[in-house]
């Protein structure tokens, strides 16, 4: 079993910048960024695939940056920049039991564990 713990959620205005964090509890190679907004389903944001390339949601390209730091922490970042109040949602960290390609690494279906969530609104 894997443990998620999301931080660094708030309030933010449009233009602003916020970075998330998740602490997991064990190494995991396939890791990503889901958030969902009230009504709307939960979608893919940004992952790092088992090969370690990167993956963005069309919507957050050029805004948003996943890294990952395994210096015995494995913890997962999101900086989020040029925030935007469609960027509104509670983002959830997640992380797949098995390995991920890259075009799997945006489907919630590589996913076996997920966090509780942080909430990021942003006001216009």
């Known amino acids: 079993q894997v443990q998620l713990v999301e931080s660094g959620g708030g309030s933010v205005q449009a233009g602003g910048s916020l970075r998330l964090s998740c602490a997991a509890s064990?190494?995991?190679?396939?890791m990503g960024w889901f958030r969902q907004a009230p009504g709307k389903e939960r979608e893919g944001v940004a992952a790092?695939?088992?090969?370690?390339?990167?993956?963005y949601a069309d919507s957050v390209k050029g805004r948003f940056t996943i890294s990952r730091d395994n210096a015995g922490r494995n913890t997962l970042y999101l900086q989020m920049n040029t925030l935007k109040p469609e960027d509104t949602a509670m983002y959830y960290c997640?992380?797949?039991?098995?390995?991920?390609?890259?075009?799997?690494?945006?489907?919630?279906?590589?996913?076996?564990?997920w966090g509780q969530g942080t909430q990021v609104t942003v006001s216009s």
């Open positions: 790092i695939a088992s090969d370690g390339r990167l993956n």
């Open positions: 064990l190494y995991k190679e396939c």
């Open positions: 997640a992380a797949g039991r098995y390995g991920c390609s890259w075009f799997q690494s945006l489907s919630k279906s590589a996913y076996n564990y």
